[in-house]
């Protein structure tokens, strides 16, 4: 089973502030790589698909890159409304996600 | 517009089975996975089955022994059991459509499942 870190658990950022999280997988899963953000009491949503590309409607802030096994998600000039958990999820190989990180806008 | 909604019991005692159904409104069950995933209060999300359009169906390897996914296209919807459950399967239920190569781009709400005698 492909198993998925992410670093770091939490952070705390400003507002304009840009903030990278990063995501490891086990072995190699191409650029099959999903980012989704969650906030308490609801459903996930998709930020980011297949490691790089910006799901529809997503503002543009948020962008995400690889390389090898290791995958990056920046958010530029963080909002307020982004404090959120987020989680990235592996479809190379069934699902799995990463543990979160949850991030909180000062 | 895509709307899943989960259904099912809210409390399920301790040894007994889990049963959820996920309602797909608003497009065809055609070409997608149909997938559940779960949330423990407070944790990560765990993924637990998928059912593809051709009924092929993948299990995670941590609860295969226990968990069957079904589907009943004619009434556009797709089922969770779960055996002998404990109070570990408690947890937010979500169920969700991936779409090939892009992810899961829509999910139901969330329903809560408590496992307490």
């Known amino acids: 089973?492909?198993?998925?870190?992410?670093?770091?658990?939490?952070?705390?950022?400003?507002?304009?502030?840009?903030?990278?999280?990063?995501?490891?997988?086990?072995?190699?899963?191409?650029?099959?790589?999903?980012?989704?953000?969650?906030?308490?009491?609801?459903?996930?949503?998709?930020?980011?698909?297949?490691?790089?590309?910006?799901?529809?409607?997503?503002?543009?802030?948020f962008s995400g890159s690889e390389s090898g096994t290791e995958f990056t998600l920046t958010i530029n000039s963080l909002q307020p409304d982004d404090s959120a958990t987020y989680f990235c999820q592996q479809y190379s190989s069934d699902w799995t996600f990463g543990p979160g990180t949850k991030v909180e806008v000062k | 517009q895509v709307q899943l909604q989960e259904s099912g019991p809210g409390l399920v005692k301790p040894s007994e089975t889990l049963s959820l159904t996920c309602t797909v409104s608003g497009g065809s069950m055609s070409s997608y996975f149909w997938g559940w995933i779960r949330q423990p209060p407070g944790r990560g999300l765990e993924w637990i089955a998928w059912i593809y359009d051709s009924g092929r169906t993948k299990y995670n390897s941590s609860l295969m022994s226990r968990v069957t996914i079904s589907r009943d296209t004619s009434k556009n919807q797709f089922s969770l059991k779960l055996i002998s459950v404990t109070a570990a399967d408690t947890a937010v239920y979500y169920c969700g459509r991936h779409t090939y190569g892009i992810g899961l781009v829509y999910w139901g709400q969330g329903t809560l499942v408590t496992v307490s005698p």
Do not use: F, N
């Open chain 1, 1 to 61: 089973d492909i198993q998925m870190t992410q670093s770091p658990s939490t952070l705390s950022a400003s507002v304009g502030d840009r903030v990278t999280i990063t995501c490891r997988a086990s072995q190699t899963i191409s650029s099959w790589l999903a980012w989704y953000q969650q906030k308490p009491g609801k459903a996930p949503q998709l930020l980011i698909y297949k490691a790089s590309t910006l799901q529809s409607g997503v503002p543009s802030r």
